[in-house]
């Protein structure tokens, strides 16, 4: 190689060091995050989730509900009758619920007041993990914040991440709000039209759930669980059959909780014989069969059982507090 093409090699790779030494270590990326794909802009149309036929089909397979009686009463859950501290009650069945519960994530300001943003649900029936029994998650936001929607977990954690939003806190309670497929209605007696469900954000979806009890029904948990009560169906003599109306342990509180649970709809089911003899229209009330300890549990049984079985199945059956209202 001549002079001049070694001077050449010695000018490129004197710029080459120079531009090397220009460098910073400093990464090409901000390391502090400036925005999400996956949080949606405030007034953003979240899609109904009428529009994914499969997840209204996976709701629909997995909520609970008697699909033969929704359909003959053209979707309206209706009520059933049963009895709870020597009075009738009614009640709505949607059916096996797990002794768990799922979380919801409810939005608050510095004061602890809800801001205007639906509830998110991280489930939907047929997802793992599922229950209608919601445990109460405050998230508090932030100065940051200004209205965006929130409508899935992952948009949940990257608002945290961008400080719209501080990590979710437990609140120590929980609601019963069975998600429902669409068109789904309940009836509430008092003659008035069925009652349509509330919206929630579920996985990017705008999906519909009951919230039974209003007040009443935010309950607080029990050495840190969802307090699960017992409902017996009797059966008399030798019928072979059990009668539809269940006994609940638990009453229709009469007002809020204080610090203790005064109520569950998750009810243990008892198969309960009657002694010979005993009318199944005389019992009124848990008492009626059961002898019970401060903590609920059974230990005796009065003389209008004959025998009786805990089963496995645990129901969830919310009680109507009020007449033509949830």
Same mark, same amino acid.
């Given at each position: 190689?001549?002079?001049?093409?070694?001077?050449?090699?010695?000018?490129?790779?004197?710029?080459?060091?120079?531009?090397?030494?220009?460098?910073?270590?400093?990464?090409?990326?901000?390391?502090?995050?400036?925005?999400?794909?996956?949080?949606?802009?405030?007034?953003?149309?979240?899609?109904?989730?009428?529009?994914?036929?499969?997840?209204?089909?996976?709701?629909?397979?997995?909520?609970?509900?008697?699909?033969?009686?929704?359909?003959?009463?053209?979707?309206? @859950?209706?009520?059933?009758?049963?009895? +709870? &501290? $020597?009075?009738? /009650?009614?009640?709505?069945? =949607? %059916?096996?619920?797990?002794?768990?519960?799922?979380?919801?994530?409810?939005?608050?300001?510095?004061?602890?007041?809800?801001?205007?943003?639906?509830?998110?649900?991280?489930?939907?029936?047929?997802?793992?993990?599922?229950?209608?029994?919601?445990?109460?998650?405050?998230?508090?936001?932030?100065?940051?914040?200004?209205?965006?929607?929130?409508?899935?977990?992952?948009?949940?954690?990257?608002?945290?991440?961008?400080?719209?939003?501080?990590?979710?806190?437990?609140?120590?309670?929980?609601?019963?709000?069975?998600?429902?497929?669409?068109?789904?209605?309940?009836?509430?007696?008092?003659?008035?039209?069925? @009652?349509?469900?509330?919206?929630?954000? +579920? &996985? $990017?979806?705008? /999906?519909?759930?009951?919230? =039974? %009890?209003?007040?009443?029904?935010?309950?607080?948990?029990?050495?840190?669980?969802?307090?699960?009560?017992?409902?017996?169906?009797?059966?008399?003599?030798?019928?072979?059959?059990?009668?539809?109306?269940?006994?609940?342990?638990?009453?229709?509180?009469?007002?809020?909780?204080?610090?203790?649970?005064?109520?569950?709809?998750?009810?243990?089911?008892?198969?309960?014989?009657?002694?010979?003899?005993?009318?199944?229209?005389?019992?009124?009330?848990?008492?009626?069969?059961?002898?019970?300890?401060?903590?609920?549990?059974?230990?005796?049984?009065?003389?209008?059982?004959?025998?009786?079985?805990?089963?496995?199945?645990?129901?969830?059956?919310?009680?109507?507090?009020?007449?033509?209202?949830?």
């Amino acid at each position: 190689m001549g002079a001049a093409a070694s001077r050449v090699v010695v000018v490129v790779v004197a710029v080459v060091v120079a531009l090397a030494g220009a460098c910073t270590l400093d990464p090409l990326v901000a390391d502090d995050p400036g925005a999400s794909i996956h949080i949606l802009p405030p007034g953003a149309e979240v899609p109904r989730v009428d529009e994914d036929p499969e997840l209204v089909y996976q709701i629909s397979v997995h909520d609970g509900l008697d699909d033969r009686a929704l359909d003959e009463a053209m979707g309206v @859950v209706a009520r059933k009758a049963g009895v +709870a &501290g $020597g009075q009738p /009650v009614m009640y709505w069945s =949607f %059916g096996p619920a797990p002794r768990t519960g799922a979380p919801v994530y409810v939005l608050v300001d510095g004061d602890g007041n809800r801001v205007d943003h639906p509830y998110l649900f991280d489930t939907m029936p047929g997802d793992p993990g599922y229950s209608p029994i919601r445990r109460i998650q405050h998230v508090r936001i932030t100065a940051a914040y200004g209205g965006e929607r929130l409508t899935t977990m992952r948009a949940l954690e990257d608002a945290v991440e961008l400080g719209l939003i501080e990590e979710p806190e437990p609140a120590g309670t929980w609601f019963n709000a069975p998600v429902v497929p669409p068109g789904t209605t309940l009836d509430v007696g008092l003659g008035k039209p069925p @009652v349509p469900p509330s919206e929630v954000y +579920a &996985g $990017g979806h705008r /999906v519909d759930t009951f919230i =039974f %009890g209003a007040e009443r029904g935010v309950q607080p948990l029990r050495f840190g669980a969802v307090l699960t009560g017992q409902a017996s169906v009797l059966r008399e003599g030798m019928v072979v059959t059990f009668l539809a109306a269940p006994v609940f342990q638990y009453a229709t509180p009469a007002a809020p909780p204080a610090m203790s649970p005064n109520y569950t709809p998750l009810c243990t089911r008892l198969e309960v014989v009657l002694a010979p003899g005993v009318d199944a229209d005389t019992i009124a009330g848990d008492s009626d069969l059961f002898t019970r300890s401060s903590s609920g549990a059974i230990t005796a049984i009065t003389a209008n059982v004959a025998s009786f079985e805990v089963t496995e199945r645990i129901e969830n059956w919310p009680m109507q507090f009020v007449e033509g209202e949830l």
